[in-house]
């Protein structure tokens, strides 16, 4: 049974950077697109960003592109968020999710489509 565990979260001043770091165990790392999303207080699970399983392809939501950065180590087994540029509505909980499509050179977007999830990490941003 595969498991994500989500670190790195934190408390940062607006304008400060954060890197998330994903662990995942169980499963065949190098056959999962891995995705980051996000939830703050009250609103709906977003997509942040995904990433392909060579990590050549890589997807970002429209309002991160540039401050935000996903990458991929297949040998540690980990995905990691490069946040930069933080402002307080990046304030949120922030999950890391697999999803098996071993062969394919494509990201995912969807939440929907995400076969595990991890527990998430809490970003605070203060303005």
């Known amino acids: 049974q595969g498991q994500l565990v989500e670190s790195g979260g934190g408390l940062v001043q607006a304008g400060g950077s954060l890197r998330l770091s994903c662990a995942a165990s169980?499963?065949?790392?190098?056959?999962?697109?891995m995705g980051w999303f996000r939830q703050a207080p009250g609103k709906e699970r977003e997509f942040v960003a995904a990433?392909?399983?060579?990590?050549?392809?890589?997807d970002y939501a429209d309002s991160l592109k540039g401050r935000f950065t996903i990458s991929r180590d297949n040998a540690k087994t980990t995905v990691s968020l490069q946040m930069n540029s933080l402002k307080p509505e990046d304030t949120a909980v922030y999950y890391c999710?697999?999803?098996?499509?071993?062969?394919?050179?494509?990201?995912?977007?969807?939440?929907?489509?995400?076969?595990?999830w991890g527990q998430g990490t809490q970003v605070t941003v203060s303005s």
């Open positions: 999710a697999a999803r098996y499509r071993p062969g394919t050179f494509i990201t995912s977007t969807n939440r929907e489509h995400y076969d595990y």
């Open positions: 169980g499963l065949t790392f190098s056959r999962y697109i």
């Open positions: 990433i392909s399983l060579s990590g050549l392809i890589t």
